[in-house]
């Protein structure tokens, strides 16, 4: 069965279409990450703290696993759109075979190095040991995790968004009904604590990779995983693996900068790294967002940059910008109108609220900015070009985030840290351009 659609319908009809059920899933993943720690700052701020330093280990682990996914995504729509169905299904195969193998181990490097991690930030006996508690639950679920992200992205390179949706909004919804059953104990649970925060979490990916399989032993894609493909060929491999590292690396960067930045923040105060933490709880909400957009134009562009029509892939990008755009926008008007709102969802602390109302005025100075290396990435990952993708995170993440941060934090205090945000998110921004225009000369 050929994917034709993807280069026979209009542009904004496909890209709303391939686009608009990422969305919602993203933001119910974002809003179930919102309510996962409403739920642990229940138990005490502390708890808050402690999730808020495992947070760059998780991340870790989606970067990875995300990243080779967005591999296999590429790869995939790639072969599809050049008509070359066998390579697609070897693409499949073994990328799901390969990704799993990360994720185990992942989960055995995170649960081995957790402790010493978390005292790189903090000397408190309690947030360590509830950071350890609530980690090693966790990352037991890695290789499920990796499993889920393959399917997601195949799935998605075929143009079954819906699937994604539906098995992603399976999971969350799940993982928000445990929380509080697990956590604080309901009927014939005993309250866990911490600890029930993680069971939930692993049991509503378990929940959502049940249902991939569902769909793909019932419901037949084009691209099949055939015992056949196991063995690793060195085109696939190198493929799989040029796109994929540097979009994991790319993926990773955060988790590198929020610790960079823990670091920082904690010289002035622990209430900064828990202002930091609830921000970006609260921006995977935006961002995850406009990354639906970002997950329905990898495909598109992937397909339309196989079949050749070089022009279609200029206006899937362009119009995914747009969207981007009006995204971010809302995003700013939100953090500008109800930031005491936000912040109070996760702190009563009235120091803590302050701070963390600071931050987001300042730090949403760069969300629009920001529209254009989020999209440029993506549509640079579709194209198969993982390393100028690299790039214009590099910049964002690391290059201009932390000097722009550190300097500014010693005339300016903590408020330094935010307002580094702002100037990285332009400064790429006009990077992105240039990265974006030498990469797609082929449109002209």
């Keep these: 069965m050929e994917q034709t659609f993807m280069k026979e319908k209009g542009i904004l009809y496909l890209v709303l279409t391939m686009s608009l059920p990422m969305v919602i899933s993203m933001m119910v993943n974002s809003l179930y990450n919102i309510i996962d720690s409403f739920f642990v700052a229940q138990i005490s701020g502390t708890a808050m ?17 995300i990243g080779f996914g967005v591999g296999l995504n590429a790869v995939v729509a790639y072969y599809l759109g050049a008509q070359d169905f066998v390579r697609a299904d070897k693409a499949a195969t073994q990328g799901l075979v390969l990704n799993t193998l990360h994720g185990l181990f992942l989960s055995i490097i995170c649960i081995t190095v957790i402790p010493n991690f978390l005292r790189l ?20 679920f890695a290789a499920i995790i990796s499993l889920d992200l393959s399917f997601e992205k195949l799935f998605q390179a075929v143009g079954k968004m819906t699937v994604s949706m539906v098995s992603m909004l399976c999971g969350c919804i799940a993982n928000i009904i445990l929380d509080p059953i ?31 399989l569902l769909y793909y032993f019932l419901r037949p894609i084009p691209v099949h995983i055939d015992v056949h493909y196991l063995m690793p060929e060195k085109e696939i491999a ?24 823990n670091i920082i923040l904690a010289g002035f105060s622990q209430a900064y790294v828990l202002v930091l933490g609830v921000y970006y709880k609260l921006q995977t909400f935006l961002y995850l967002t406009a990354n639906g957009i970002v997950q329905g134009i990898r495909p598109l562009i992937g397909y339309n940059y196989g079949a050749k029509m070089y022009q279609r892939v200029h206006k899937i990008y362009l119009t995914a910008l747009f ?35 600071e931050a987001l005025r300042i730090i949403c100075i760069g969300f629009i900015a920001s529209s254009v290396s989020v999209t440029a990435c993506g549509a640079l990952e579709g194209l198969s070009k993982g390393i100028p993708s690299l790039i214009i995170s590099m910049c964002r993440y690391l290059v201009i985030m932390l000097p722009a941060t550190f300097i500014l934090s010693r005339s300016l205090g903590a408020v330094g840290v935010w307002h580094g945000f702002w100037v990285a998110e332009l400064l790429t921004a006009v990077v992105a351009l240039a990265v974006m ?8």
């Design 49 to 65: 703290t402690a999730l808020s330093l495992v947070y760059p280990m998780q991340n870790l682990i989606n970067a990875v696993t």
């Design 121 to 140: 930030f903090t000397t408190d006996a309690l947030t360590i040991e509830m950071g350890v508690r609530y980690s090693r639950i966790v990352f037991l």
């Design 182 to 212: 697990l956590i604080f104990g309901i009927g014939p649970f005993p309250a866990m604590g911490i600890e029930g925060a993680a069971i939930a979490t692993g049991l509503g990916q378990v929940l959502t990779f049940v249902i991939y």
């Design 238 to 261: 190198t493929r799989l693996y040029s796109i994929g590292i540097s979009a994991s690396l790319t993926m990773s960067l955060p988790s590198v900068m929020i610790s960079c930045l």
């Design 323 to 357: 969207l981007t755009i009006i995204i971010m926008t809302a995003g700013t008007a939100l953090c500008l109108i109800y930031p005491t709102e936000l912040m109070s969802l996760f702190t009563s602390v009235p120091e803590n609220v302050q701070a963390g109302v």
């Design 437 to 444: 225009w030498k990469s797609t000369r082929f449109t002209d």
